[in-house]
C-alpha cells in the first residue's frame, strides 16, 4: 500500500491529519466537528482504559455512572463552573419530534418543550454533587472515590481528530474528603498517576506542574496537570487534576459528622484525561513513514508475515509462523499472524510500518532452510536475521528496549526544545524560531500573563513543581519574581 504521507518538515498538521486517517485511527463523522474512532484507533485507546482503570483501582477508586443529561439549573449552582463551560454546553430543549404536516420530512413538535432544559455534559462534577449529597452522612461514608468512564460534549467550532473535537471520550475521577490535607494528597496522588501512565505506558516525558489561578479549572482552588512537548514545538496539556476545595460542597449541600459530632462540607478533587491522548501518541513518536506505537500500549506488539509462492512453501512457513506465534504469546507478547492471501507481502510491510506495529517478522522458504526469520524494528528500522532459537528471547528484551528508545527519544527532544530565557525579547525571538518550552520570570499577575497570551499567543503551561526556587525579575515589568516558570504556545 502506498502511504504518500505529507512529511512533517513540509506541513505537521497536515501530516497529523493524513496520518490519523491513513493509520485507520478515526475519521470525521456526518455530524459535524464529531468523530469515528476506528477499530485499531479503539483498540489503542482499549490499551490506555485498561492500565489507567488497573491503576486507578489500584488506588482504590471504583468505577461507577451518571447520566449524560445535567438540569440547567444545576449549574447556576456553583457560578465559576458555569461561566467556565456555558460558551461550550449543548442544550436539549425538546423531548419529541413528529412529521411535518406539509410532508417535507421530521420536525420537531413544539408542544415537547421541557419544563427545565438539560445541558449535555461537558463535565460532570454538578450531577455527580447532587448525588453525592444523598451518599455522604457521616465520616463513615469517606474517603469517597468514584471514576466513570464516558463521553462529554464541549461544543467547538474548529475541530481536529483526537486533539479538539465536540463530542470525545474520557475518564473523570470525582472525590470527596473530610479533610482539605486528604483532598489535595488525592489530587496530587492522581497527577502522579497520571505521569507515570505517560511516562511508562506512552513513552511520553512531562512536567509535573500547577496552573495559573486564570487557567484552573472552574471552580477549582488549584489544578495539577503534566504538560508534554510534541515534536513540532507545541505544547500539549495530557492529564489535570484538580483540588476543588468546599465550593460544590457548599453549592450542592453535601454535609458530614465529623468523628467528634462536628457538622462540616466535604473536600473535593476531580481529574481526567480523555482520548486527545492519542493524539498526544500521535504527534509525540511517529514520523514520515507512518505511526510509532510503544510496545506497552501497541494493540500487536508483533506481526508475522510469511512470503511464499507454491502452496507447499506456504504449508513449511505456515508450521513455522504458527509455532513461533504461540510461543511468543506464551510469554505475554500480542502477536498478529498475518496469513491473508488476498494482499502481498510488501503491501503488508507497508501497512504495518503504517500502523506502527514495533516489531514485523517476516519467514519464507529460505528461511525456513536455515532456521532463521527476518527481524525488522518500528522505531529504528532496523532489519537482522535471527536464528529461530533466540527468536523468542530477542523479541521479548526488545519489547523493553523499544519502549525505552522512544522514551529517551522523547526526552532528548524535549531538553533540545527547552530554553530560558531572562528577556521579553529573547522570549519573542525564541518563540518564533525555535520554538519548544521556554522558562522565564513571571510576576505572577494575571495583567501580565494576558499580555504574553494577546501578544505571542504563548501561554503559561504550568508552574513546574521540579523546579529550583530562584529569585530574578519578570521579563516583562522587571518585578521581583520568585522562580521561572513553563511558557509554549500549545493544542
Known sequence: MAKNLTTRAEDYSKWYNELVIKADLAENSGVRGCMVIKPYGYAIWERMQAELDRMFKETGHQNAYFPLFIPKSYFSKEASHVDGFAKECAVVTHYRLKNAEDGSGVVVDPDAKLEEELIVRPTSETIIWDTYRKWIQSYRDLPLLINQWANVVRWEMRTRLFLRTAEFLWQEGHTAHATKDEAVAEAEQMMNVYSDFAENYMAIPVIKGTKTESERFAGALETYCIEALMQDGKALQAGTSHFLGQNFAKAFDVKFTSKEGVLDYVWATSWGVSTRLMGALVMTHSDDNGLVLPP????????????????????????????????????????????????????????????????????????????????????????????????????????????????????????????????????????????????????????????????????????????????????????????KVLFARAY
Open 296 to 483: 506497552n500500549l501497541a494493540p500487536d506488539q508483533v506481526v508475522i508475515v510469511p512470503i511464499y509462492r507454491k502452496d507447499e512453501e506456504f504449508e513449511a512457513v505456515d508450521k513455522v509462523a504458527k509455532d513461533l506465534m504461540k510461543e511468543l504469546r506464551s510469554k505475554g507478547i500480542r502477536v498478529k499472524y498475518d496469513n491473508r492471501d488476498t494482499q502481498k507481502p510488501g503491501w503488508k510491510f507497508n501497512e504495518y510500518e503504517l500502523k506502527g506495529v514495533p516489531v514485523r517478522i517476516a519467514i519464507g522458504p529460505k528461511d525456513v532452510e536455515k532456521g532463521t526469520v527476518e527481524l525488522a524494528r518500528r522505531d529504528t528500522l532496523q532489519k537482522e536475521f535471527i536464528n529461530n532459537e533466540n527468536v523468542v528471547e530477542k523479541v521479548v528484551s526488545l519489547m523493553d528496549e523499544i519502549q525505552d528508545n522512544l522514551y529517551r527519544k522523547a526526552v532528548s527532544h524535549r531538553t533540545e526544545n527547552t530554553t530560558e530565557v531572562s528577556s521579553y525579547e529573547e522570549f519573542k525571538k525564541v518563540l518564533d524560531t525555535k520554538g519548544g518550552f521556554i522558562l522565564a520570570h513571571w510576576d505572577g499577575t494575571a495583567e501580565t500573563e494576558e499580555k504574553i497570551k494577546n501578544e505571542t499567543k504563548a501561554t503559561i503551561r504550568c508552574i513546574p513543581l521540579d523546579d529550583k526556587i530562584e529569585a530574578g525579575v519578570c521579563m516583562i515589568t522587571g518585578n521581583p519574581s520568585q522562580r
